[in-house]
């Protein structure tokens, strides 16, 4: 086998580590938490199907890439619950020292077009990661209004606090932003959020 075949079935292998790294939302009937490997591809199938909402006009295979890899870093870094102040101080470098040695697992081309993707989708600028930002922030938002807000009633998640991770979910598509606000609106007058 030569140098760049081996190189990238490690890295495949090594991703496959994801399925091992779970979050703290509950697949839909509360049956188990979801892994961050569940997480990504339910992402990107909702970018490939919700893709005539974004703002703007995307390049929707980049954006299932960027939705696909994005969540790789946790395999070192572990999950950071989008409201866990403490651990959310240490998640960038300790995503960053992640992305460095899974991404470095890959011949040289390969690895700057993963890590390139991977920072297009942190820095949030580009449509392509505005719309990718919408689908990290929707696919768990309807998965808790499936299981009548169980994981933010046991978290004590105030509505606020949803509101303001959505701002990145405006960024990308203002008609799923239009329903995001519907559901933390239907959530808080149940009592699910605070």
């Given amino acids: 086998m030569d140098e760049r075949l081996k190189k990238q ?10 399925k091992e790294i779970y979050r703290q939302t509950h697949i839909t009937g509360l ?13 990107a199938i909702m970018a490939y199907l919700l893709r005539e909402y974004s703002n703007s006009d ?23 619950y989008a409201y866990d102040k403490v651990n959310l101080e240490t998640q960038k470098q300790r995503e960053e ?8 697992l890959l011949p040289a081309e390969q690895k700057a077009e993963m890590v390139a993707l991977f920072d297009e989708f942190e820095d949030n600028v580009t449509p392509e990661a505005n ?3 919408a689908m990290d922030n929707l696919q768990p938002l309807i998965l808790n209004d499936s299981n009548n807000g169980a994981d933010w009633r046991e978290h004590g998640i105030f509505a606020e ?7 990145n ?7 799923l ?14 009592g699910n959020l605070k």
């Fill in 9 to 18: 079935l490690e890295f495949s292998l090594e991703i496959d580590k994801e």
């Fill in 31 to 43: 049956k188990r938490k979801e892994n961050d490997a569940e997480h990504a591809w339910h992402m």
């Fill in 58 to 80: 995307i390049d929707i295979l980049k954006v299932v890439l960027m939705c696909l890899i994005h969540d790789i870093v946790e395999i070192d870094a572990g999950d950071t």
């Fill in 97 to 104: 020292i992640a992305k460095e040695r899974i991404f470095s």
């Fill in 131 to 133: 719309f990718a930002h």
């Fill in 161 to 167: 606090q949803v509101y303001k991770r959505q701002i």
């Fill in 169 to 175: 979910t405006k960024k990308g598509s203002n008609k």
């Fill in 177 to 190: 932003y239009e329903i995001t606000e519907q559901i933390i609106k239907k959530n808080t007058e149940k």
